[in-house]
């Protein structure tokens, strides 16, 4: 089998790695991928994620059995579509079902409909009732970008003030152009938040093991959001009772209401969900893995991948089995992101038995990696407990020599402190 992954990140790399597991896999092409793939045997190709049809006609030439999509703007720019049309295999929801991603009225509309429970909101375009609706609610408050702003278009609001002045930026200075003309508020939700991803073939839902994402940049939770610091599962304070309601009253009812809306989904679905006193609710959907949780949900996975997309591809039941392994992800990230940052600083060597590393932000220099984006590189390990899992990862990283870099020395603690 010879397969085409799109986009460039580490999900990507973690992607690529898991599918080659399996021998029916001979080639895996990532485009454009990072130069630190190829580490795992992923063929990078230098074609744009936004060029279609050179992707197609790349996919014809290499007689590629499927491609599988990482990231959401692909996805939302009808890649899927465009391959479908093509006459190609691809997984990932067409470009309509991607909206449960791209708009988050579209989101909250579809869970209204179907009694998904997601926090009590409001849209607005405009900047003077959004301000009067901010102040009759109170603090705190979290306001939305309502498009793509790369994670960073949510502001939780402490204070009316940030509230009112995040309404400014997005509403009156267009801070993230047409993706902040309209935002989305929100009722502020109190809980552990965890990640429920899952397989979706149309009606039928595949949920995968939970895991729990670090957005903020800084050890406990301190400093701006980022795309993500680290990732672990299992969450063991999220009950199984809580994950199986999650899966009963957020993913079946969504995958239903996509139906029956006439834009069934095919893909990667992701809630993100903050478990509250009043029991679980959506704070968001993707179209897609996440990242970093792909990089620690990934190696729990005890059945092919490969198997797993051919079947749902074609309509059939995939076997999904997982361990009962803990599995702790860092990343190591460029000083300064998410804002500035500097690039092209050479990477340590790691060579570390007992961990993974999956590269992101990386180029290849002289034979050499260097550091090219805000998140560098996450170095993954998988052990009995997370606490076994947690010292692999962090005895790897004291060994290096992380000059430039920066990486949050908590990954996995709430799980521990609970
Ligand atoms: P998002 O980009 O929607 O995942 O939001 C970024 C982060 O903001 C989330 O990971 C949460 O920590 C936080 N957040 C988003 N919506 C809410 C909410 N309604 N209540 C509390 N926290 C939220
Ligand atoms: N880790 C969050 C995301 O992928 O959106």
């Excluded at 079946?252 to 029991?279: C, D, K, S």
């Excluded at 996975?301 to 995939?318: D, F, M, R």
Aim: net charge negative; hydrophobic share 45%.
């Amino acid at each position: 089998m010879k397969l085409l992954i799109i986009g460039s990140g580490g999900r990507e790399h973690a992607l690529g790695k898991k599918l080659f597991e399996d021998p029916q896999v001979t080639a895996v092409f990532c485009a454009k991928g990072n130069a630190g793939m190829t580490k795992d045997g992923i063929t990078v190709v230098d074609i744009a994620e936004d060029a279609h049809e050179e992707l197609i006609a790349f996919a014809k030439k290499e007689a590629i059995d499927w491609t599988f999509v990482g990231p959401e703007i692909p996805l939302l720019n009808g890649i899927v579509d465009d391959f479908q049309a093509a006459g190609l295999k691809i997984f990932g929801p067409n470009k309509a079902a991607a909206m449960i991603e791209g708009s988050k009225e579209f989101a909250k509309e579809l869970m209204s409909e179907r009694n998904i429970p997601t926090a009590a909101y409001q849209t607005f375009s405009d900047f003077d009732a959004a301000k009067a609706y901010v102040i009759e609610q109170g603090a705190p408050i979290v306001i939305k970008a309502d498009g793509l702003a790369a994670g960073k278009g949510v502001v939780v609001a402490e204070t009316i003030e940030v509230a009112i002045d995040a309404l400014h930026e997005m509403l009156e200075e267009q801070k993230f152009g047409t993706s902040s003309a309209r935002v989305v508020i929100e009722e502020f939700l109190a809980g552990e938040e965890f990640s429920l991803l899952a397989f979706v073939d149309g009606e039928k839902v595949y949920p995968m093991v939970i895991a729990q994402d670090h957005k903020r940049a800084f050890d406990f939770d301190q400093g701006p959001n980022t795309g993500g610091m680290g990732a672990y599962t299992p969450v063991p304070q999220i009950s199984e009772a809580i994950v199986e309601q999650s899966v009963q009253e957020v993913l079946y009812p969504t995958v239903q209401g996509m139906i029956q809306r006439g834009t069934p989904y095919h893909g990667i679905l992701y809630a993100g969900l903050i478990a509250t006193e009043n029991g679980p609710k959506v704070i968001e959907f993707n179209a897609r893995f996440g990242d970093p949780e792909t990089q620690v949900v990934l190696p729990r996975l005890e059945s092919s991948l490969a198997q797993v997309i051919t079947k749902l591809i074609a309509h059939e039941t995939p076997e999904i089995q997982w361990n009962n392994l803990a599995s702790v992800g860092v990343v190591v990230a460029a000083k300064g992101y998410p804002e500035a940052y500097q690039k092209g600083m050479v990477l340590p060597e790691i060579n570390h038995p007992d961990v993974s590393v999956i590269y992101a932000g990386v180029k290849s220099e002289q034979d050499k990696l260097v550091a090219n984006g805000g998140r560098v590189f996450l170095v993954e390990a998988h052990a009995e407990t997370i606490e076994a899992a947690q010292q692999k990862v962090y005895q790897a990283l004291d060994k290096m020599d992380t000059t430039q870099l920066f990486y949050r020395s908590d990954i996995g603690s709430k799980a521990l402190t609970k």
